[in-house]
């Protein structure tokens, strides 16, 4: 079965760091997104992405973040100073275009 | 705006059928997804209603009514590895583009 992978697994950084977060969505998918979830809260969208540009962001996902596909395989995720608050299980998802979006395992970023 | 409601916590017996419901208010409505995860990991897809009706897929059903803005996802024969959240996600179409909502999650502790 085809996967969605992420890396780091895991992350520690210290607050006002840069932080990058990879993705390597599955090779035909066409729309790529980043979730997040803080520790027992709910799974929120941050920002959607297809052909090569945002197609829609979230309220969270603010100047300090940015998206970009540097290599036409690799989908990241760049927080550009890091917040307490930004500590948080990230989730990278792709679809082709059916119904099915997938997601990788997630990246807990924990932020001191 | 968007607004997906689920209960928050559910127990139930092994062997037992559970029906974990999902109230949703969106102005995009394009599909309504269920997904299941386990603490610390990422979520993994259940089912998706589109149409009014149950789809039926092994232990899990799920229901949709999309008038009343409702949709239960229905576990049987429970077992004790069916412990995890349970998701609600409605798919919202605006502008073009297709994102997850997600409610907050239902904990199901299933016990002997």
């Known amino acids: 079965e085809p996967e969605v992978t992420q890396t780091p697994s895991h992350q520690v950084t210290q607050m006002g760091q840069e932080v990058i977060l990879r993705c390597v969505p599955i090779?035909?998918?066409?729309?790529f997104y980043w979730y997040r979830q803080i520790l027992g809260q709910k799974v929120e969208f941050l920002v959607s992405?297809?052909?090569?540009?945002?197609?829609?962001k979230s309220e969270i996902f603010d100047d300090q973040f940015s998206v970009e596909r540097p290599d036409g395989s690799n989908f990241t995720l760049k927080i550009r100073s890091t917040k307490l608050e930004d500590s948080a299980m990230y989730f990278c998802?792709?679809?082709?275009?059916?119904?099915?979006?997938?997601f990788g395992e997630g990246s807990w970023l924990t932020v001191v | 705006g968007q607004n997906i409601d689920q209960p928050t916590e559910m127990t139930a017996t092994e062997g037992a059928i559970v029906q974990i419901n999902c109230t949703y208010q969106?102005?995009?409505?394009?599909?309504l997804f269920w997904y299941q995860q386990h603490a610390g990991e990422a979520p993994t897809f259940l089912s998706y209603?589109?149409?009014?009706g149950l789809e039926e897929k092994g232990r899990f059903s799920s229901f949709l009514s999309r008038s009343k803005g409702y949709s239960y996802l229905l576990l049987k024969e429970l077992q004790m590895k069916d412990s995890a959240s349970y998701l609600c996600?409605?798919?919202?179409?605006?502008?073009?583009?297709?994102?997850?909502?997600f409610g907050a999650g239902t904990r199901l502790a299933v016990h002997p």
């Open positions: 992405f297809y052909n090569n540009e945002i197609s829609e």
């Open positions: 996600a409605v798919r919202d179409r605006i502008g073009g583009y297709n994102k997850l909502i």
């Open positions: 209603n589109v149409l009014d």
């Open positions: 998802a792709s679809i082709l275009g059916g119904n099915t979006i997938y």
């Open positions: 090779s035909n998918h066409l729309y």
């Open positions: 969106t102005s995009g409505f394009n599909g």
